[in-house]
């Protein structure tokens, strides 16, 4: 099986598989201790949380906290919900996740800021005056895009605003510039699925949204999964250490990817662009049967959150495809374990598929 569907989650690294084994042992280890006790295994469990929670604030502007969450949906539900007593708009890019967007619609008065047709979401506008939170993700999971975070985070100060950006997409893969507050997830990036964190910059306190024993500064309640902690501070370790060797390999994917799939259209920007997604289109593609012919590649139609839905994808008609063009697209995530001879081979079914359907 070949695996591109990098965006919707990525293979566990080795190193974060490692890392987490010594917190999962059982009666007969140490590991199993709640880091929120006082005894020897707790504070040894604590240690290992605040490891992880060093390594991943490694990757995040100076200064500020890491709260760990259970999921990047869960941060941004902090973030949205724990500043809601400020009042006011929240106004969100049309392209955000839906973890964004259907937080902010219900927390009361949203807008919606407007995305061009190469996917980008730039700060000529205007917000209403009452904004109090502007949400403007990094990177685009669908579609890749890179978004001028800050010029919005700028743009916010100006307007006494807060700045959240979801940087689910971004964390790990480029620097994560400044914002108020910033979320991330660690199955993104080879860290396990089932926890998340956001960062928030000194000074701005939040409320509670989940009530309890009181974890996480008071802002997060419930018991941290030690192995948790640890995989994701050890991909977050390991990422740092090679960002550069990534990168480079995935534009040598990119490069060849874009060779392969020349006789279709991008969708979106070329260069403002994650170019480990490649969102493309064919005119007239029925991308269920292509799927359903090219069973061992794995790739998504549309976002993988919203795929199974029916609806064509939100941020595809946000940058102006009708509704054909948007269910003609598929989306290939690629990144740190895919080799050459896979993108190869993948394109070679995905063509010859396509060509079936006279395409
Ligand atoms: N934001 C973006 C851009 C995402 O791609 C995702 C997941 O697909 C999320 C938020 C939600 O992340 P999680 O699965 O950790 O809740």
Not at 55 to 80: H, M, Q
Not at 123 to 139: A, E, F, G, H, Y
């Amino acid at each position: 099986m070949i695996y591109l569907d990098y965006q919707a989650t990525t293979p566990l690294a080795p190193e974060a598989r490692d890392a987490m084994l010594r917190w999962l042992d059982g009666p007969d280890g140490t590991g199993f201790g709640n880091p929120h006790s006082a005894h020897r295994m707790g504070r040894q469990a604590a240690a290992a949380v605040e490891l992880a929670r060093d390594r991943v604030a490694a990757l995040f502007p100076a200064g500020g906290k890491v709260i760990f969450t259970g999921s990047a949906t869960e941060a941004i539900n902090l973030a949205i919900r724990g500043t809601a007593s400020r009042g006011g708009t929240v106004s969100v890019s049309a392209i955000e996740h839906a973890a964004v967007l259907d937080t902010a619609k219900s927390c009361g008065k949203w807008h919606e800021l407007n995305v061009a047709q190469d996917g980008q979401c730039n700060v000529k506008q205007d917000p209403p005056s009452d904004t109090r939170l502007i949400c403007v993700m990094q990177v685009n999971n669908e579609i890749g895009t890179i978004q001028p975070t800050l010029d919005w985070h700028r743009r916010a100060k100006e307007m006494n605003a807060l700045y959240l950006c979801d940087a689910v997409q971004a964390y790990g893969k480029m620097e994560v510039t400044g914002a108020d507050m910033i979320a991330i997830s660690a199955h993104k990036f080879h860290g396990p699925k089932g926890i998340g964190a956001l960062w928030v910059r000194d000074g701005l306190e939040l409320e509670e949204v989940q009530t309890g024993g009181g974890q996480e500064f008071g802002l997060r309640s419930g018991t941290l999964s030690p192995a948790l902690c640890a995989g994701f501070g050890a991909a977050a370790k390991e990422a740092k250490d090679r960002m550069a060797q990534d990168a480079e390999h995935i534009e040598q994917l990119w490069s060849r990817a874009r060779e392969l799939f020349s006789d279709w259209t991008l969708n979106g920007s070329e260069d403002a662009r994650w170019h480990g997604n490649l969102n493309i289109r064919r005119e007239g593609l029925d991308v269920a049967r292509l799927m359903s012919d090219c069973r061992n590649v794995m790739f998504s139609a549309g976002s993988a959150c919203a795929s199974g839905s029916g609806r064509p994808s939100h941020v595809l008609k946000a940058i102006g495809l009708s509704d054909e063009e948007a269910k003609s697209s598929i989306r290939l995530g690629f990144g740190r374990y895919t080799t050459m001879e896979q993108i190869e081979e993948a394109a070679q079914a995905i063509n010859t598929a396509a060509k079936e359907q006279g395409l």
